[in-house]
Each structure stands twice: as C-alpha cells, then as structure tokens.
C-alpha cells in the first residue's frame, strides 16, 4: 500500500532531519517566529470558490509530470493569474519535491502556501514553519483513531499561526477531524489504496460537514465543468494539481475556472 510506504519514509526522513537539527531546537526556532495572521484559511473563506493551485513534478500513480519542471515560473504564473493560494509538494521519493523548492518559490511569490507533505511527527510541522509555510497537510488516514495525535497537530500548527488542511476519505475520519477542531477538512477524491478517482466522493461526504467549517475538494478536477460541480454542493475550494501541470496553458485554465466561479456568483 504505497500509504503506508510514504509514512514510512516520512518517519525515516523525520529521523534524519532529527539527527541535522533535534526536536528541541527547531521547535524553539519555530515557536520564535511570529505567528503572522492565518491567511491560507482567510484566502479559502473570501466567497466563492477559492483556487489552490499546486506544485509538483511526480506522482505515485503517474510517473512524472513535468519532465521541465520550472517550478519558479510555475509558481510565478499562478501568482500572476491571482489563484488564492499555492500547493507545494515536499515528498522526495516518489513527488520529487523538496524542501529546497519550497522555500524558493516561498522567496518568489506572496501568496498563502501550503507545505504537501505526509506528516507523521510534530517536527515536519515546526519545520513548516520555518521554511515559510502557511498551512501544512494533515492526512487522517496516517494518524490512525486516536483524537488526541489530530488534536495535538492542530494544537501545534494553532501556536505557530498555521493553518491545518485535514485531509479525510471518509465519514469516520470527517467526525473525527471535526471532534478534534479541524477548520479546514478536505475531501481527496483519489483513492490512496488503489489511485481511483471518484468525483462523486466529496459530493456525498459534503453534508457532513458545517458550514462553519471550510470545505475543500481534492483530486479529480480536470477542467471548468468540475467547477460547477463543485460550486453546486457548496465546496469553499478546490485543490488542483495535475490539470494544471499538464495542460499546455494553465493560465487559460485557471482563466475557465474563474469565468464558471464568476457566473455560480452571480
């Protein structure tokens, strides 16, 4: 199960890292910088459906992306086209990314970004912070049932002034991010076990979840139609990585997005 594969090297390059720069040391230089205003999770709550727009060159499940990858024009273009937020991938192995890129395209752009990793320790979240992130990724499915691991992360990320996406794939895992506080639960459209994509995933797991609380879809989006979908049942933003990468001009892309977010306003 490559889940568990991910967690596993997480937990390796976790211990690496420790061994560079101990716990103690990067929580204090974390916890010394200032929190900063939470504006990832005011850039998902301005009105209408908000665009985070990612960053990677590989994937589990295709291979690679983007055999270029110039992720500082990348990520300069979607500043340019005014996307509400950035995505960057920091998993080495099999995403390719690092966290060198991230904190070259944090020095590039000023717009919210968001650390995509596979958290499995309080470390990767202090290390967030210093790299320059905004919000860090929480995944449900690699904290297992206890309340109290998703309650601390969330704790942590709230004494640093980051804001936490917590990622969930089904009803138990909504219930339990939104025991543990959760603000923003995301809804991955993409099956970790298998790769499978079902659109109709965040549509049925939407009810569950306040309006209090920001609600954003992950995976599947491929071009403007998916937008009206997701307009449709009431999603705060959408979370999209490969479209974009792929296409031969993202910022036409991003430009439909908007045109169709512009008419479900209206």
């Known amino acids: 199960m490559i889940l568990k594969q991910l967690a596993l090297h997480s937990k390796e390059r976790v211990q690496n890292s ?85 904190e070259e395209v944090r020095q590039a752009v000023d717009l919210p970004l968001l650390r995509k990793d596979f958290t499995v ?49 089904n009803l138990e895992e909504i219930d339990l991010a939104l025991a543990s506080g959760a603000k923003i639960i995301g809804v991955n459209n993409r099956n970790l076990k298998d790769f499978s994509v079902d659109f109709n995933h965040a549509a049925e797991l939407r009810s569950r979840i306040p309006d209090s609380v920001l609600f954003v879809a992950e995976s599947g989006v491929r071009g403007p139609e998916d937008i009206a979908s997701l307009n449709e049942i009431g999603a705060d933003a959408v979370l999209v990585g490969e479209a974009l990468m792929r296409h031969s001009d993202p910022s036409a892309l991003i430009q439909a997005f908007r045109k169709v977010n512009h008419h479900a306003q209206a």
């Open 18 to 102: 420790k061994a560079q720069l101990p716990f103690e040391a990067i929580k204090d230089r974390a916890l010394s910088l200032a929190k900063g205003q939470p504006i990832f999770e005011q850039a998902l709550a301005k009105g209408g459906l908000s665009i985070i727009a990612e960053i990677k060159k590989a994937s589990p499940s295709k291979g690679i992306i983007s055999q270029n990858f110039p992720y500082l024009e990348i990520a300069k273009n979607y500043q340019a086209n005014q996307v509400d937020a950035i995505s960057v991938l920091t998993e080495p192995k099999w995403f390719l990314g690092s966290k060198a890129i991230f």
């Open 121 to 169: 320790d309080p470390y990767q979240i202090y290390e967030a912070k210093i790299m320059g992130a905004n919000a860090v990724l929480i995944i449900c499915s690699l904290l297992g049932r206890d309340p109290g691991q998703l309650e601390n992360y969330l704790s942590i990320c709230n004494d640093l002034g980051l804001s936490a996406l917590v990622e969930t794939h």
